[in-house]
């Protein structure tokens, strides 16, 4: 059964560490997105690949984050220094082109 | 921030009744996704629609892509206990890969 697998499912760090996020895309799949999930925001589109190219991240702050697919099988999404204000389920999906898009069951990330 | 506009935002239904929530975009989508979030889950994928007029169903659940390419629909037959939970819908422009969110649309089912 194919799925979008995410690493870790929660974590809990201290302001100021380093956090990284790992997604294992769908086999097959070359768009990849990275979205964050707060009560206030909703889901937000920080980040997206297509080809393992990074076609817009816009919607991430830049000076902290950064989006990265070393190759097909793996993205990550670190934040460094991590805040409060980073809190927030992290959600990667992955798609085929223009079809749908499958997510990740997500992190959970706390920082303290 | 989002560019699309759900609604309802909540919805209180009783068991049996049918469901029925919208979104709209100020721009073209060539592409209609609808989604169901549980607690603690991802969004899991109920519909796609890929053309205007469309409309496409899955079970108990409708879908429509609006004929302006700026709107869709997703009504609920029949509701049961287990639709409990947030509803997005999801849009795609003709000029990119880029997919965009709805605020959500929480529906509570009473029994």
């Known amino acids: 059964d194919a799925r979008v697998t995410q690493t870790p499912r929660h974590k809990v760090t201290e302001m100021g560490q380093e956090v990284t996020m790992r997604c294992q895309p769908i086999l097959g799949h070359n768009t990849v997105f990275w979205y964050r999930q707060t009560m206030m925001q909703g889901l937000e589109l920080l980040a997206y690949f297509r080809n393992r190219a990074p076609l817009d991240d816009s919607g991430m702050p830049k000076d902290r984050f950064s989006a990265e697919m070393p190759d097909a099988t793996l993205a990550t999404l670190k934040i460094q220094p991590s805040e409060p204000r980073d809190s927030a389920v992290y959600f990667c999906a992955s798609g085929l082109g223009r079809v749908r898009a499958f997510f990740g069951q997500g992190t959970r990330l706390t920082v303290v | 921030g989002q560019q699309l506009n759900q609604s309802p935002q909540s919805m209180f239904i009783q068991e049996g009744e049918d469901v029925s929530m919208n979104c709209t975009s100020s721009s073209i989508f060539n592409t209609w996704l609808w989604y169901k979030q549980d607690p603690g889950e991802g969004p899991v994928l109920l519909i796609a629609?890929?053309?205007?007029?469309e409309l496409t169903s899955n079970g108990r659940l409708t879908a429509q892509f609006g004929i302006t390419r700026k709107d869709s629909f997703l009504n609920i037959s029949a509701s049961i206990p287990s639709d409990v939970g947030i509803y997005f819908c999801?849009?795609?422009?003709?000029?990119?890969?880029?997919?965009?969110f709805g605020a959500g649309t929480t529906v509570t089912v009473r029994a």
């Open positions: 629609l890929y053309k205007a007029g």
């Open positions: 999801a849009g795609q422009p003709s000029n990119d890969y880029k997919l965009s």
